[in-house]
């Protein structure tokens, strides 16, 4: 599931509204409400669009969300922005869906043409200082994902810390956060958007890149340039298009809380030393102290979904499957976006050779994410290597039904004909062996 989109690396692909203010630099915490979490960049435009004008768009991405719009379906990206509801964004605005009228990695174009944003300033995750970038380079990527026209690359310029393009009669800035931090201060109405991928575009390990080293000197050097945003919202992007790998997703709420006005609380920074802690034994395969450490752990907060999946993955590391699984279950009850693990896990039994174990994950998600036409391609595709036939065509003649978008999926009744045909040519698994989602997955 990895996004073709991308221009920098990781692949493409949420957010909410909050009046945050973060406090002058050196100031101490930030004041005001914080970050609120969302799954998808999509998502965050029935709060972007709250605001009473036209913002200035910062977002902290490993991609910017202007992929362009399709000229035919803009119209009905317009009624959607302006009038849909958070279920109607949840219907058409994801990848994964049979009849999507916008992308995650359209999000911030969407703003644009609605006119919920005037300018975007990208920060770029890099360690490279600006005036060191390839502008040919970047002009050559940006025109090749879409982002720019051949003619607006032409008008790329660099100053001493940021690239400036015209962008669809806007403007598009890009920098990076230490020259950002070097800017004269932006006081102007602004939306600040993280997308975890920021960080997942960056971090390596905990012995080069610490996680939390990382997060508070992004913080650190945001607050400094940028002292009083009009709203903050974040996106996590761990699903669909796998931008953002799982075991990051527990950053989505450090970052609200490193920004609430209260600060973090001591419960919060002993989770976090136990996070790092395990983490950096991790990179030195010490498993067995960062396992025992989250178990004594989670004795203490048995409610926080993203270190239950921490203990889930250690627990798996140390082959306890019956036990990570039901650890996993507990994540995914308080958290149910880490119910794309399941796939992961799908895609590891299939490696595997074990079929019948795909499915059985297959099927956890499903019910977490029932309108993902994906996790139904994939169970069907498992059916058939199975050899139950019957599996693969009663989800494939369930989806003929679907109304496909004639932009994202033009080939999908003929692709679903071919399935079907292929697949009732395949000999049927001989009588009286076994449902291949009986057998247990620990085994």
């Given at each position: 599931?990895?996004?073709?989109?991308?221009?920098?690396?990781?692949?493409?692909?949420?957010?909410?509204?909050?009046?945050?203010?973060?406090?002058?630099p050196?100031?101490?915490?930030?004041?005001?409400?914080?970050?609120?979490?969302?799954?998808?960049?999509?998502?965050?435009?029935?709060?972007?669009?709250?605001?009473?004008?036209?913002?200035?768009?910062?977002?902290?991405?490993?991609?910017?969300?202007?992929?362009?719009?399709?000229?035919?379906?803009r119209e009905?990206?317009?009624?959607?922005?302006?009038?849909?509801?958070?279920?109607?964004?949840e219907?058409?605005?994801?990848?994964?869906?049979?009849?999507?009228?916008?992308?995650?990695?359209?999000?911030?174009?969407?703003?644009?043409?609605?006119?919920?944003?005037?300018?975007?300033?990208?920060?770029?995750?890099?360690r490279?200082?600006?005036?060191?970038?390839?502008?040919?380079?970047?002009?050559?990527?940006?025109?090749?994902?879409?982002?720019?026209?051949?003619?607006?690359?032409?008008?790329?310029?660099k100053?001493?810390h940021?690239?400036?393009?015209?962008?669809?009669?806007?403007?598009?800035?890009?920098?990076?956060?230490?020259?950002?931090?070097?800017?004269?201060?932006?006081?102007?109405?602004?939306?600040?958007?993280?997308?975890?991928?920021?960080?997942?575009?960056?971090?390596?390990?905990e012995?080069?890149?610490?996680?939390?080293?990382?997060?508070?000197?992004?913080?650190?050097?945001?607050?400094?340039?940028?002292?009083?945003?009009?709203?903050?919202?974040?996106?996590?992007?761990?699903?669909?298009?796998?931008?953002?790998?799982?075991?990051?997703?527990?950053?989505?709420?450090?970052?609200?809380?490193?920004?609430?006005?209260?600060?973090?609380?001591?419960?919060?920074?002993?989770?976090?030393?136990?996070?790092?802690?395990?983490?950096?034994?991790?990179?030195?395969?010490?498993?067995?102290?960062?396992?025992?450490?989250?178990?004594?752990t989670?004795?203490?907060?048995?409610?926080?979904?993203?270190?239950?999946?921490?203990?889930?993955?250690?627990?798996?590391?140390?082959?306890e499957?019956?036990?990570?699984?039901?650890?996993?279950?507990?994540?995914?009850?308080?958290?149910?976006?880490?119910g794309?693990?399941?796939?992961?896990?799908?895609?590891?039994?299939?490696?595997?050779?074990?079929?019948?174990?795909?499915?059985?994950?297959?099927?956890?998600?499903?019910?977490?994410?029932p309108?993902?036409?994906?996790?139904?391609?994939?169970?069907?595709?498992?059916?058939?290597?199975?050899?139950?036939?019957?599996?693969?065509?009663?989800i494939?003649?369930?989806?003929?039904?679907?109304?496909?978008?004639?932009?994202?999926?033009?080939?999908?009744?003929?692709?679903?004909?071919?399935?079907?045909?292929?697949?009732?040519?395949t000999?049927?698994?001989?009588?009286?062996?076994?449902?291949?989602?009986?057998?247990?997955?620990?085994?």
């Open positions: 599931m990895r996004s073709k989109l991308s221009i920098f690396g990781i692949a493409s692909l949420l957010l909410a509204l909050s009046s945050a203010c973060y406090g002058t050196g100031g101490g915490k930030p004041q005001g409400a914080a970050v609120n979490l969302f799954e998808l960049s999509t998502d965050a435009l029935v709060k972007w669009r709250t605001l009473p004008e036209p913002a200035t768009m910062v977002v902290l991405s490993n991609v910017p969300f202007l992929q362009p719009i399709p000229k035919q379906l009905k990206v317009q009624s959607l922005v302006k009038n849909g509801r958070a279920e109607d964004f219907k058409k605005a994801r990848y994964f869906r049979p009849g999507p009228i916008l992308l995650p990695s359209q999000a911030i174009s969407a703003a644009l043409q609605c006119g919920l944003v005037s300018d975007v300033l990208w920060v770029i995750p890099s490279i200082p600006i005036a060191d970038f390839d502008l040919n380079r970047l002009g050559d990527r940006l025109v090749e994902s879409g982002i720019l026209t051949a003619e607006e690359r032409e008008l790329l310029t100053r001493k940021m690239i400036l393009s015209p962008l669809r009669g806007h403007q598009l800035m890009m920098t990076t956060i230490m020259d950002l931090s070097l800017t004269e201060k932006f006081h102007e109405n602004l939306i600040v958007h993280f997308d975890l991928s920021y960080f997942q575009a960056l971090y390596k390990n012995v080069k890149t610490p996680i939390y080293d990382l997060l508070e000197s992004t913080l650190k050097q945001l607050v400094k340039a940028l002292p009083k945003p009009s709203m903050t919202t974040l996106s996590y992007s761990t699903e669909e298009e796998g931008m953002v790998e799982m075991n990051l997703r527990f950053l989505g709420k450090d970052i609200q809380a490193s920004l609430n006005a209260e600060g973090l609380s001591a419960a919060r920074r002993r989770l976090r030393e136990t996070r790092k802690k395990a983490l950096y034994l991790a990179t030195f395969m010490i498993n067995d102290k960062a396992l025992d450490r989250l178990k004594k989670v004795l203490d907060f048995p409610d926080d979904p993203a270190l239950l999946y921490d203990l889930y993955r250690f627990e798996r590391s140390a082959k499957g019956d036990t990570a699984l039901k650890t996993l279950a507990r994540a995914v009850e308080l958290d149910p976006g880490f794309y693990e399941y796939l992961s896990l799908a895609r590891d039994a299939e490696t595997a050779g074990r079929p019948d174990k795909a499915i059985e994950m297959l099927q956890k998600a499903k019910l977490i994410f309108d993902n036409h994906y996790i139904d391609l994939e169970t069907a595709a498992a059916w058939k290597r199975a050899g139950h036939a019957a599996g693969a065509l009663a494939y003649r369930d989806l003929q039904t679907k109304t496909w978008s004639e932009v994202y999926y033009p080939d999908m009744p003929t692709r679903l004909k071919n399935l079907i045909s292929q697949v009732s040519e000999p049927r698994k001989p009588p009286g062996e076994r449902n291949p989602t009986t057998k247990g997955l620990s085994k």
